[in-house]
């Protein structure tokens, strides 16, 4: 961890607050630059890109898999803006509809608990495919639900595109690598409390991959976790909103 402070000045670490049963050390992400709204292509090309700085994702669990994975995280007025590179071998991917169980498939997914007074955070999933999952989650006591969003349309709705490099972007098929871009807008997560964030405002977090190319599963946590489960949000870290 002090590798990560020397190389990305952005990424530090805190006191996370004993009394919510978080670990003593946790990482933050300060996002240092609001920026204006830009279209996301999959590709991470838009200039606005260049204010945030690589964030690498630790492998967890007992996966095998070495790829690398990294993220960048831009915020404007409007919502949170995700960047996730994953280095991989083969989209192990079948499913097609959105809603499907895509966590059982290779994914990325991000948490976010703007609220820790309350035991509910907002997960979103998506595959090499562009396939997504947008879920709440209340969480009490290791038991949880996803549901659905209502009305999940115009400026409720989430912007999101993925691309392949090196192969195709299709089922099961061989590639370098891939990345997805979205954006979650702050529109989506009225009633989550401390929504929407101003500058100072502090949300817990998390960025996660799943590659499935071998078994058992390969993980990865931008804030390492050390239950089995990646919904172990009292483990997540923090965000600055600067």
């Not at 204010?51 to 669990?61: D, F, N, P, T």
């Not at 998506?126 to 999952?133: A, N």
Request: proline share 8%.
């Amino acid at each position: 961890m002090v590798g990560w402070a020397a190389t990305y000045p952005s990424l530090m670490l805190c006191w996370c607050a004993p009394l919510l049963g978080a670990p003593e050390m946790c990482p933050i992400l300060k996002l240092d630059h609001q920026v204006d709204d830009f279209e996301v292509n999959g590709r991470g090309t838009a200039p606005e890109w260049a204010a945030a700085e690589w964030v690498v994702l630790e492998r967890v669990g007992e996966g095998r898999s070495t790829y690398a994975t990294r993220a960048k995280v831009l915020w404007s007025q409007t919502g949170l803006y995700f960047l996730v590179d994953c280095e991989d071998r083969q989209l192990t991917c079948t499913m097609t509809e959105d809603y499907d169980e895509i966590f059982r498939e290779d994914v990325v997914e991000v948490f976010l608990w703007p609220d820790e007074s309350q035991a509910l955070y907002f997960e979103y999933e998506i595959s090499p495919l562009e396939v997504e999952l947008p879920i709440l989650i209340p969480n009490r006591n290791g038991v949880f639900m996803g549901w659905r969003p209502w009305r999940y349309v115009g400026e409720r709705k989430i912007r999101k595109a993925t691309s392949v490099r090196g192969g195709k972007k299709a089922l099961m098929a061989p590639a370098e690598g891939w990345m997805a871009e979205f954006f979650i807008p702050f529109a989506l997560l009225p009633g989550l409390g401390n929504v929407p964030p101003k500058p100072g405002s502090r949300w817990r977090g998390n960025i996660y991959r799943i590659d499935y190319d071998e078994a058992p599963a390969s993980h990865w946590a931008w804030s390492p976790v050390t239950s089995p489960s990646f919904h172990s949000y009292r483990e997540f870290g923090t965000l600055v909103f600067a």
